[in-house]
């Protein structure tokens, strides 16, 4: 079971790192494991849009002001390519999400500095993985998935393939279904296959290309108000318990004074604009975190790759 996941996890890796060969180059002669100082961020293609830019601009300026080092982003096409690239050196610091930040830790001993929070407040920093269907489909519970079409997101998203995958197996316990099971076609499922990002997911669903997918809540919550789809154009059929929002995690090699700076800049950043722009929510703010808040995550990769 773990190497079908590791598989998928290296196919997407070996993927995302021959189409971002010429970053790479760039920060093997700029990552601040080279003397330079310089300090290397690493964003997902959403974070990295242009539109994005000045956020993470001003983000990236009042940083370097503190540490003393040139801030450059690194954009990789999945955090399987962010785990490989701290794995080399070649990244300092990135905001991973739950399960990859869990790779990272294994893999290159990175270190959570700040996880999200709506409004700084930790008792609200955790999320759900929603189950959702199109809102006028047959599909009422668990019970109805056998048979159906669904698209998870990738192989190293906590609520988008984690999670569920767990959900499902904790279901049909009784049937001694593993995680192949759920992602091979016609085991279970009539077709299983991953859309990418939460986003092409939901707007497979609400097409009619697949019939069930699964989403972070927060994300759901974010395409609804930006008005990306209809509030009654998808229905949730299942709801998971509370997963640890992403943490922003830095390469463990880094020397303790400068971690030590960074998680002091990120508690006490308070840019709405960064927050919005970037991790796409206003409300959102840094809050304390250490590894002891993902240990739960740690064991359920354990209990469904292993």
Same mark, same amino acid.
């Given at each position: 079971? $773990?190497?079908?996941?590791?598989?998928?996890?290296?196919?997407? =890796?070996?993927?995302?790192? +021959?189409?971002?060969? &010429?970053?790479?180059?760039?920060?093997?002669?700029a990552?601040?494991?080279?003397?330079k100082?310089?300090?290397?961020?690493?964003?997902? !293609?959403?974070e990295?849009?242009?539109?994005?830019? $000045?956020?993470?601009?001003?983000?990236?300026?009042?940083?370097?002001?503190?540490?003393?080092? /040139?801030?450059?982003?690194?954009?990789? +096409?999945? #955090?399987?390519?962010?785990?490989?690239?701290?794995?080399?050196?070649?990244?300092d610091?990135?905001?991973?999400? @739950?399960?990859?930040?869990?790779? =990272?830790?294994?893999? &290159?001993?990175?270190?959570?500095?700040?996880?999200?929070?709506?409004?700084?407040?930790?008792? =609200?920093?955790?999320?759900?993985?929603?189950?959702?269907?199109?809102?006028?489909?047959?599909?009422?519970?668990?019970?109805?998935?056998?048979?159906?079409?669904?698209? *998870?997101?990738? @192989?190293?998203?906590?609520?988008?393939?984690?999670? @569920?995958? #767990?959900?499902?197996?904790?279901?049909?316990?009784?049937?001694?279904?593993? @995680?192949?099971?759920?992602?091979?076609?016609?085991?279970?499922?009539?077709? +299983? %296959?991953y859309?990418?990002?939460?986003?092409?997911?939901?707007?497979?669903?609400?097409?009619?290309?697949?019939?069930?997918?699964p989403?972070?809540? %927060?994300?759901?919550?974010?395409?609804?108000?930006?008005?990306?789809?209809?509030?009654?154009?998808?229905?949730?059929?299942?709801?998971s *318990?509370d997963? !640890? $929002?992403? !943490?922003?995690?830095?390469?463990?090699?880094?020397?303790?004074?400068? /971690?030590?700076?960074?998680?002091?800049?990120?508690? &006490?950043?308070?840019?709405?604009? #960064?927050?919005?722009?970037?991790?796409?929510?206003?409300?959102?703010?840094?809050?304390?975190?250490?590894?002891?808040?993902? /240990? &739960?995550?740690?064991?359920?990769?354990?209990m469904?790759?292993?």
């Amino acid at each position: 079971m $773990n190497r079908f996941f590791r598989r998928m996890a290296l196919f997407a =890796a070996a993927g995302a790192m +021959a189409m971002s060969m &010429s970053t790479m180059t760039a920060c093997d002669s700029a990552s601040s494991n080279d003397g330079k100082g310089t300090f290397t961020i690493a964003y997902l !293609p959403d974070e990295a849009s242009e539109t994005k830019a $000045n956020a993470r601009k001003g983000f990236g300026d009042e940083l370097s002001a503190l540490i003393g080092m /040139k801030v450059q982003e690194f954009s990789a +096409a999945d #955090y399987s390519a962010i785990v490989e690239a701290m794995r080399a050196g070649h990244v300092d610091m990135a905001y991973f999400g @739950p399960l990859s930040f869990c790779q =990272a830790y294994e893999r &290159s001993q990175a270190e959570p500095i700040g996880m999200a929070a709506m409004h700084g407040n930790k008792e =609200a920093a955790f999320y759900q993985s929603h189950f959702i269907v199109k809102s006028d489909s047959d599909i009422q519970s668990l019970a109805d998935f056998e048979g159906r079409t669904i698209a *998870f997101v990738d @192989p190293s998203s906590t609520s988008g393939n984690l999670v @569920p995958t #767990y959900e499902l197996m904790k279901a049909f316990a009784d049937r001694n279904f593993g @995680p192949d099971d759920f992602h091979t076609n016609g085991k279970f499922f009539s077709a +299983a %296959s991953y859309s990418g990002k939460h986003q092409a997911g939901l707007q497979a669903v609400v097409k009619g290309d697949v019939d069930i997918v699964p989403i972070a809540s %927060s994300t759901l919550a974010n395409e609804i108000i930006a008005g990306e789809v209809a509030a009654d154009a998808v229905r949730i059929v299942h709801t998971s *318990f509370d997963v !640890p $929002n992403s !943490p922003m995690a830095v390469r463990g090699g880094l020397p303790q004074d400068i /971690k030590d700076k960074i998680r002091t800049f990120l508690l &006490s950043y308070d840019n709405a604009d #960064y927050f919005e722009g970037v991790l796409g929510n206003k409300d959102f703010r840094f809050v304390h975190c250490t590894i002891d808040d993902y /240990k &739960s995550i740690i064991e359920l990769d354990k209990m469904v790759n292993n």
